[in-house]
């Protein structure tokens, strides 16, 4: 006997849903997508996915950014008679701070009180803050 002569059977693999001993099923359980042919479940990550785009205020963002905020109340401790409140004072006496590197715009508001006079310049103001300004004899330039 030779080597080529030896006959041994294959084992045949298993064809699983086709029904056989084990039914039509063949442990597939019944229906639903993964007892399919060819099934293919979707990713859970592409849902997310798909959804985040749609997400509210996902493609508007605003390019202009807020003006830092300062009380009249803090201005009045810090300044002395007659000086000048830019935003570059403002941050030189360090009650801003900068943003990106950049001097920020500077707005100004009404609380507390102020009894100096001094000369605003390149800063935005509200109404009663202007109000406040111009009674204490302030200018805004």
Known sequence: MQLHEISHKK?????VGRGGKRG??????VKGQ?????????????QIL?????LRGYAFKPTREKPEIVNLQIIN??????????PKTLLEKGIINRIK??????K???????KKKLIFKDCLFSEKAKEK???AGGEIK
């Open 11 to 15: 084992k045949k693999k298993k064809r």
């Open 34 to 46: 993964k007892a399919r042919a060819g099934r293919k479940l979707q990713p859970i990550i592409r």
């Open 77 to 86: 401790q810090k300044f002395e008679e007659k000086e000048i409140v830019s």
């Open 133 to 135: 300004i111009e009674k």
């Open 24 to 29: 039509t099923y063949c442990g597939r359980g």
């Open 101 to 106: 590197g950049k001097i920020p715009e500077v």
């Open 108 to 114: 100004i508001l009404a609380k507390g009180e102020i």
């Open 50 to 54: 798909k959804k985040y785009p749609k």
